[in-house]
């Protein structure tokens, strides 16, 4: 069958399973554009093309599938660019099609003309241009197909404009991915597994560190079995979380620069850490010198690229981390290391145990207060999806996720504006989930556009701004570090009610704690979109911290304060 290069792209997209595009047209890929409106394809119409990457990149982490994101050539390229480094650094399976002008122009600076190969190369996994229409439907397969292999990653294909017009034969048969065979797995020898195995059944004090790459691999079922088995408490890093449920009593919660204080006092105490598709970031280690200096170390990942990138450890066993868990467990001595819970239950005291709620209303409205009584609302259930800053760090501490997939957050670029695209995609993805944006009064502002792309395409997605006036991540640093000189970080917000309602949303303003359980209800109930606006106490900090560079166990802690550093279950 002859067809367009656009209609096969199309066509190709279709067969991929494709839904939904999120995207932005303009001349190098009208041809695409022209061939879409004939399709099955649902276009979804962004505000900026940064937003089609995080609706993209917010549908590949709520659905497990790869995201798509189009646009045109020059400008619209470059609008990528946030999103696709978001997506490459959180490894989220994106493919970013982009228009390119016609091959002849190639190379002359031709109106519009970048060469977007070359800006995206390293924040893509692979990008290519395409400038034979016969080469599209193979193309954009190897795309899809590099995107989800392995460690996944987002793809750019750059498709010159005469090849969108030309026509080529489209024969589903003849054009398969032509990749090198895959790599065989697991990748490691017995001497690594053996020695795992030693180090497991040796250890009195073991402790898991819990990552994003749990749940890339699906491996959440042979995860907390494996956890079980071996009775290990578990820490979760902030993409980790998700991947095992927060209620479970072997879930100590987040390690880190913001995690809780006992989680990085007992990594700093155990004598094993077992790393499970987590990539030992800065943001989880402090100072590597003084970083575990008790514990062996098992490293579970994926990429052989990770293996003492950071940290260097004592086995690793590269591959899946589904594939790796399910072989070790059997080999894995049953022990329940009462001692080595019973240290950790003291370093926890009762700090875990105090509720937040409970304590008296002294007429402070505090994030935290937010962020639990949007958990307790919803029962755990939502999707929520966070911005950059201290709200995103207050929601890992006072959301207990169950589920995965159910928090969605740009960890490694830590890129403000993410939030309200990304839950735009995560939506798409599933349309039945009660999707919450939960955002700062900064990063809303730089994506708040896509308000129109959520009245446009008549979607539900609530929003919670946590309004504290301020850059408050950096106001933070700016007290702690620079003696509360806050250049630059008080913040001027239009109206975000009344903004909400220009745009035929309905918006809320929320300045007392008796006030967010009864709105929050009220915007749950209401069929369409509603954004509170939430006026929470402005100079407040996130606690525990530990100060950049500094040692894990070198944490700041909350000053005498009525907030405490974690809650109690509902
Ligand atoms: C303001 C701010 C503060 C932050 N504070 C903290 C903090 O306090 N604590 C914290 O934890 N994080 C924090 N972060 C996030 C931090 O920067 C990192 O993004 C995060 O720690 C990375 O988590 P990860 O290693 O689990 O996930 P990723 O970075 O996504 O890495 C996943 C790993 O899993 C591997 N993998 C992928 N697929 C598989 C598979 N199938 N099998 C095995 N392995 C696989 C990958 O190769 C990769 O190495 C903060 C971020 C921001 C913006
Ligand atoms: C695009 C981008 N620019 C700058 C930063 C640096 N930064 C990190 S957190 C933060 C403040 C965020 O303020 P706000 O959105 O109001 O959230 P809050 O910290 O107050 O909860 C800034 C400026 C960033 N992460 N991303
Ligand atoms: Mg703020």
Known sequence: MKLTGAEILCETLERLGVKEIFGYPGGAILPVYDALGKSKLHHVLVRHE??????????????????????????????????????????????????????KLLGTDAFQEIDI?????????????????????????????????????PVLVDITKDAQQASAEFDWDKCAPKL????????????????????????????????????????MKAFTEFVHAGHFPVAMTLLGIGAFPANDPLNLGMMGMHGEAWVNHAIQEADLLIAVGMRFDDRVTGDLRTYAKSAKKIHIEIDRAEINKNVKVDAALVGDARE???????????????????RIAEMKGDSAVRDIQSLP???????????????????????????VGQHQMWEAQYYHHNKPRTLITSGGLGTMGFALPAA??????????????????????????????????????????????????????????????????????????????????R????????????????????????????????????????????????????????????????
Not at 122 to 146: G, M, Q
Not at 324 to 342: G, N
Not at 541 to 556: D, N, R, T
């Open 50 to 103: 940064q937003g089609a990457t995080h609706m993209a990149d917010g549908y590949a982490r709520a659905s497990g599938g790869v995201g798509v994101a189009m646009a045109t050539s020059g400008p619209g390229a470059t609008n990528m660019v946030t999103g696709i480094a978001t997506a490459m650094l959180d490894s989220s399976p994106v493919v970013c099609i982009t228009g390119q002008v016609g091959s």
């Open 117 to 153: 190969t070359g800006i995206t190369m390293p924040i893509t996994k692979h990008n290519v241009v395409v400038s034979h229409a016969e080469d599209i439907a193979r193309t954009v397969r190897e795309a899809f197909l590099i995107a989800q292999s392995g460690r996944p990653g």
């Open 180 to 219: 090198p065979p895959k790599r065989k797995r697991p990748s490691y020898d017995k001497t690594e597994f053996d020695r795992a195995i030693a180090l497991l059944n040796a250890s009195k004090r073991p402790l898991i560190l819990a990552g994003h790459g749990i749940m890339i691999s699906g491996a």
């Open 324 to 342: 790796v868990l399910e072989q070790l467990e059997p080999h894995m001595e049953k022990k329940e290391r009462p001692d080595w819970h019973a």
């Open 361 to 387: 209303d002294t007429g402070h409205l505090y994030a935290a207060h937010v962020i639990n009584d949007l958990w307790k609302e919803t029962h755990g259930d939502a999707i929520v999806v966070t911005d």
């Open 424 to 505: 735009i995609g995560a939506k798409f993805a599933r349309p039945d989930a009660d999707v919450w944006v939960v955002v700062g009064d900064g990063g809303f502002q730089m994506t708040m556009a896509e308000l129109a792309t959520i009245v446009q395409e008549k979607i539900k997605v609530n929003i919670a701004i946590i309004n504290n006036g301020y850059l408050g991540m950096v106001r933070q640093w700016q007290e702690f570090f620079y003696d509360k000189r806050y250049v630059a970080t008080p913040l001027v917000a239009p109206d975000f009610a009344a903004l909400a309602n220009s745009f035929g949303i």
């Open 507 to 570: 918006g809320e303003r929320i300045t007392t704690r008796a006030d967010v359980v009864p709105t929050i209800r009220s915007a749950r109930e209401y069929k369409e979109s509603v954004l509170i606006d939430f006026r929470v106490e402005q100079e407040d900090s996130v606690y525990p911290m530990v100060p950049a560079g500094a040692s894990l166990h070198e944490m700041i802690r909350r000053p005498n304060n009525p907030l405490v550093e974690t809650s109690a279950e509902p």
